[in-house]
């Protein structure tokens, strides 16, 4: 439980905070959705490749009565971030771009 934080910076102004995730925001834009995972939610892991989130969440080990209440973060029907787990791989921070910061308090 708690809230979800979003911080929008440039990446070296950020300061870290326990259990945040960083993506790059240069390929993204508002507004961003938030919503618990949906069957057949896909997270691109690669290039070449998605996998399902369900599974995602289960090779982590986050207990099923959980699960549902994992926020997923998009812009523009693609998924962004299974937040605290993973981001997609066309979202990088980069050392001299803005980033988005996420984290639960």
Not at 25 to 31: C, R, T
Not at 43 to 54: F, H, N, T
Request: hydrophobic share 40%; aromatic share 6%; with cysteine.
């Amino acid at each position: 439980g708690g809230t979800l934080q979003l911080r929008l910076a440039p990446l070296d102004e950020l300061a870290r905070v326990q259990g945040d995730q960083i993506v790059g925001a240069s390929e993204l834009g508002f507004p961003l959705t938030i919503r618990a995972p949906e069957p057949g939610d896909r997270l691109e892991i690669s290039p070449q490749g998605s996998r399902k989130v369900a599974k995602l969440l289960s090779d982590a080990k986050i207990p099923r009565v959980e699960r549902s209440g994992t926020p997923l973060l998009f812009y523009r029907q693609k998924l962004v971030l299974v937040v605290g787990l993973r981001a997609a791989y066309w979202c990088p921070a980069t050392p001299d771009g803005v980033a988005l910061q996420v984290w639960c308090s």
